[in-house]
């Protein structure tokens, strides 16, 4: 059997499987994979890499917000506004800020 063949397999077994699930497991995936990456962006020794952590952050809070509210567990959602916070503190000083102060001091 060639490659081609063994990988046009596993697509077809993740697509079986992928169809299966629901819109809560979807939300479980994307928490994982976000908060996962996120983590280990944040922990990178190189700069170049850590910045995107927060971008990473940012991108699972909405999903962490809506599953602790649609689920009930308060304590969570509110751990995960301030998460949301944070990971925004982040984008800002990581993304935002840099832009700012060298505009700021080309006008000088």
């Known amino acids: 059997m060639n490659e081609f063949a063994v990988l046009a397999g596993y697509i077809n077994y993740f697509a079986e499987h992928l169809a299966k ?12 994979f ?3 990456v996120a983590i280990w962006a944040v922990n990178n020794p190189n700069p170049r890499i850590s910045r995107f952590g ?8 909405p999903f962490w917000l809506y599953t602790s509210w649609t689920t009930g ?6 751990l995960a506004c301030i998460y949301t916070g944070c ?3 982040g984008c ?4 935002i800020a840099g ?4 505009a700021c001091e080309r006008r000088l």
Request: with cysteine.
């Open 21 to 32: 699930l629901s819109a809560f497991d979807v939300i479980q995936v994307v928490i994982t």
């Open 34 to 36: 976000t908060g996962a």
């Open 54 to 61: 927060c971008i990473f952050g940012l991108i699972g809070e």
């Open 73 to 78: 567990a308060w304590g969570i959602f509110i």
């Open 87 to 89: 990971w925004a503190m």
């Open 92 to 95: 800002y000083h990581n993304w």
């Open 99 to 102: 832009f700012v102060k060298s």
